[in-house]
Structure formats: structure tokens, C-alpha cells
């Protein structure tokens, strides 16, 4: 990793692709798997000037690998940010499908590495270990796809959770050493094994004292093991032409979420998630629906802080500004995504993502990235 300071570095963004039109706002419809979608999804973003599109890990949602080469064959550009739980698949397996989406995607993939905080959803696949332990595990599995992606020779393995003699390394990813790592998770135990292997750290989009401390904290856990990591943001922007209209629009959004789930019988209060981001999501909530110059935390409240659920809301040009204040703070990448998928990527391409390089490339002393060609 480059010691470059924060403010010295160019910023990535992230899009979230799905298998079908979905959101809080906006139940599935019938289509399992919407190819259509997944196609204009993934080319609208690359049009957009996305950087990468994250595929996503859930229970009950389809192989995030398959999606991405999915996305990945109606697409030139654009990355895809693979979400892998350590613990469902070998990780001398992992190495060689991850190598392979790198292979068959030109050097485009990369990997989000997710422990795990819902027990009960890491029971729907069979995993049955304690968060603390998941974190240990997280720590011995990544460390020998590392080694598999990068020593010469085959790789022998005795730990707690892996043991195996002689695999092999003969199928490498396009990118070198290895494909870049991002982690998740807040958690103490989280922090140390982020530390120790995350090329770039992902937050929940927190206050700006929030992401400060959190910061802070892992470059210190990182520091101890002599690295550097590049951290990330995810937040769900609401846009409109006037900070008022904005607003309006991110009170519509509560709304339609407590109705719907009001409907589905969900809880909109009371909520006691089990992982430590939803809890500090909640913590931030509990401050206010407002706060900073624009963090919204009505649907963070309305859903228990239920993944990347709090958001920016203003004009492009204002949610812009606000991304450059979390980038003065370290943020390199935004993973952003709306609660109108496709309109709001849209969206976000024809206009906060170019606002948002020209403010940077203004802080950078110069010319603004061209954006990809509609």
C-alpha cells in the first residue's frame, strides 16, 4: 500500500447490483432471476461511471460469483465486488473462483469479505460458531487465500479451522499480487483481522465523529501489522433538484418502508440487531433524523439499521460537498446505492459522481476524470 495521505488520493465508487428490482420501498416482483435487469443494471452503472458493482451475500439469494459473471458478460469496464462469507466453501476453492472471475472478467474482480453477524442467518447455511469464533476463522481463511494467490509453490496448511497438503497455486488472478481485499465489520475482533488483511475497510455511513473514531481505530490495528488500509463509505443518497424537494422525498421513502413493513408484520421500532454496525446505525438514529450537514437516519431507524439504510440527502452539488467532507476525513470510496435502484444509478451517474470527481479533482489541483462514454 502507497502511503499517499487521504486527501492525495483519487475516489472510487460502488454501485449494488441485484438479481431483480428490489428495495425497501419497492417489493420483488415474480422474476427469481431477472436477466434483463442484471444487463441494464450493470451497463446503466458502467455508463454511469461506476468503478465497481457490488454482488452481494444472502441467505436467500443467489451465488454472488454467478451474478457477477452474469453482469460481467454484458459489460467492458466496471468491476464487481464479490460479498464471501469464509466458512461455506474450502478457502483452497475460494482462491481458485476467485482467480477465475478475475481470469474471465479481464482483472475486474474483487473480494468483500463478510464474517457474518446474524446467527440465525448464518444457520440457514449450516454454520453453527459463535461470532468471535467466526472472526478467528475469517482470520485463518483469508490469510491462505493470500498465500495460494501469491507463493510459488503448492501450499501445505495445518491451522484450527484448515488443514490440507499440497495445494495448488497454479491458477493465478490477473491482478497482482492478488485481488484487492474489502472487509466489513465493527466489531473489536473485526477490527483486528481488517487490520491485519483488508486492503480497504468498509463503513456503514456514520456521523462524521463516528467515522473519525472508527477510523482511527483501524489504522492503528493496521499500523501494528506495518500496513495500510483505504477505507469506504456506504450510504444511500436522495436527490432532487432543490434541498427541499430532497427532503420531501426522503420523508415519501419513510414512509412507504413503515408501510410496507408495517404490512409484511416487521417491527419499526424496538429493534435489538445482533451485529455491531446495525447497533451503530441505531446509535446515530437515536441522535437525531438529522445530523452532520445531511445525514438522514429515518429508514436506519424504520428498519433496525438494517444494512447500508442511512443516507445524504440534497442536490447533487450538496450531497457532493458532503461526500468531500467524509473524504477530508479518509474515505476514498463510496458505496452508494438508491432506494429507486435503477433510476437513482441513473441518476447518480449523470450527476453526483461527476460533481463529486470535479470537487476532488479541484482539491487534487487538477482536471476532473473524463466521464465513460453514455
Not at 124 to 153: C, F, S
Request: charged share 25%.
Amino acid at each position: 500500500m502507497t502511503n499517499t495521505p487521504s486527501h492525495l488520493r483519487d475516489v472510487e465508487f460502488i454501485g449494488m447490483i441485484h438479481h431483480r428490482e428490489a428495495s425497501e420501498i419497492r417489493p420483488p416482483g415474480p422474476a427469481i432471476f431477472d436477466r434483463g435487469y442484471v444487463r441494464d443494471f450493470a451497463q446503466a452503472a458502467e455508463a454511469g461511471g461506476f468503478d465497481k458493482l457490488l454482488c452481494g451475500y444472502f441467505s436467500d439469494g443467489p451465488d454472488s460469483f454467478l451474478l457477477a459473471a452474469s453482469a460481467a458478460a454484458h459489460t467492458d469496464r466496471i468491476g464487481f465486488l464479490v460479498a464471501h462469507r469464509p466458512g461455506f466453501v474450502a478457502p483452497t476453492l475460494a482462491a481458485r473462483k476467485f482467480a477465475t472471475l478475475d481470469q474471465i472478467t479481464g482483472g475486474r474482480a474483487a473480494m468483500h469479505v463478510i464474517s457474518g453477524g446474524d446467527d440465525i442467518d448464518q444457520q440457514r447455511d449450516g454454520d453453527w460458531i459463535g461470532k468471535e469464533a467466526r472472526y478467528a476463522r475469517t482470520d485463518e481463511y483469508v490469510g491462505i487465500l493470500k498465500r495460494i494467490w501469491t507463493e510459488a509453490g503448492p501450499v501445505d496448511h495445518a491451522g484450527e479451522y484448515y488443514q490440507f497438503k499440497g495445494a495448488s497455486t497454479a491458477f493465478r488472478a490477473v491482478q497482482q499480487p492478488h485481488i484487492p481485499i474489502y472487509f466489513g465489520g465493527a466489531s473489536e475482533a473485526a477490527i483486528a483481522v481488517a487490520g491485519k488483511h483488508a486492503d480497504v475497510y468498509a463503513l456503514w455511513g456514520e456521523t462524521h465523529q463516528q467515522v473519525r473514531e472508527l477510523i482511527a481505530q483501524v489504522r492503528a490495528a493496521a499500523a501494528r501489522h506495518g500496513r495500510e488500509v483505504r477505507f469506504s463509505l456506504s450510504l444511500r443518497p436522495i436527490l432532487a433538484d432543490t434541498e427541499e424537494a430532497a427532503w420531501a422525498r426522503a420523508e415519501r421513502i419513510k414512509q412507504r418502508i413503515l408501510e410496507l413493513r408495517e404490512k409484511a408484520g416487521l417491527p419499526t421500532t424496538g429493534h435489538n440487531p445482533a451485529n455491531e454496525g446495525s447497533r451503530r446505525l441505531l446509535a446515530a438514529a437515536a441522535g437525531g433524523e438529522r445530523l452532520d450537514k445531511r445525514l438522514w437516519t429515518g429508514a436506519a431507524a424504520a428498519t433496525g439499521g438494517r444494512g447500508n439504510s442511512t443516507s445524504l440527502v440534497g442536490t447533487p452539488q450538496q450531497v457532493a460537498e458532503a461526500f468531500l467532507d467524509y473524504y477530508d476525513l479518509g474515505v476514498t470510496t463510496f458505496l452508494i446505492r438508491g432506494f429507486d435502484p435503477l433510476e437513482d444509478t441513473v441518476e447518480y451517474g449523470r450527476s453526483l459522481l461527476p460533481i463529486t470527481r470535479e470537487l476532488i479533482a479541484r482539491r487534487l489541483g487538477r482536471s476532473a476524470p473524463a466521464q465513460a462514454a453514455e
